[in-house]
């Protein structure tokens, strides 16, 4: 039998209130991250626009987006802009990536961070549920390679495939 995912919140036993990093290190620069409106992608949004870099995070749901990015430029001073896209369908990150040049004309960074689970036993997930998982995944992360790519070369910039 499977172990239950525990529901506690993990607690840092570090000051995560310093940063080893320059302030302002991304002063300038322009964070394009998919599945960066929750979990560790949001944090890693928050970080470096903490660090000075705008953002856009893209997701598939727009509420969820909003609220995120309102939060993160209220607690960090920057801007972040939410992007509803689904990672699975070019088209629609071709326009997330259209509307962060329109907003900041640049992309230095990018987190393909967007991911696709089930909390449950390999016997529970069908294979339907498991192609979703790998389209989200696998061919997110291509599709969002390959529509942002053009730009981050320009910039002499990186993709991180979390």
Do not use: W
């Not at 529901?7 to 302030?23: E, G, H, I, V």
């Not at 790998?134 to 997110?140: A, Q, R, Y």
Request: some cysteine; proline content about 5%; charged content about 20%.
């Amino acid at each position: 039998m499977a172990p239950t995912p525990s529901t506690t919140p993990y607690t840092s036993p570090y000051n995560l209130s310093t940063s080893t990093f320059k302030d302002n290190i991304f002063d300038g620069k322009v964070l394009f991250c998919t599945g960066g409106g929750s979990g560790i992608c949001k944090g890693m949004v928050e970080a470096m626009m903490k660090h000075g870099a705008n953002a856009t995070i893209v997701g598939r749901k727009l509420d969820r987006l909003t609220s995120a990015a309102k939060e993160l430029s209220s607690s960090t001073g920057r801007k972040c802009i939410p992007a509803q896209a689904d990672v699975r369908k070019p088209e629609q990150l071709r326009a997330a990536v259209d509307a962060t040049i329109s907003e900041y004309g640049h992309i230095d960074f990018v987190i393909c961070g967007a991911a696709g689970n089930f909390l449950a036993p390999i016997e529970g997930v069908s294979e339907n549920g498991f192609r979703t998982v790998m389209e989200i995944d696998t061919l997110g992360t291509y599709h969002t390679i390959k529509a942002t790519l053009p730009y981050v070369r320009e910039q002499h910039g990186m993709v991180y495939n979390e």
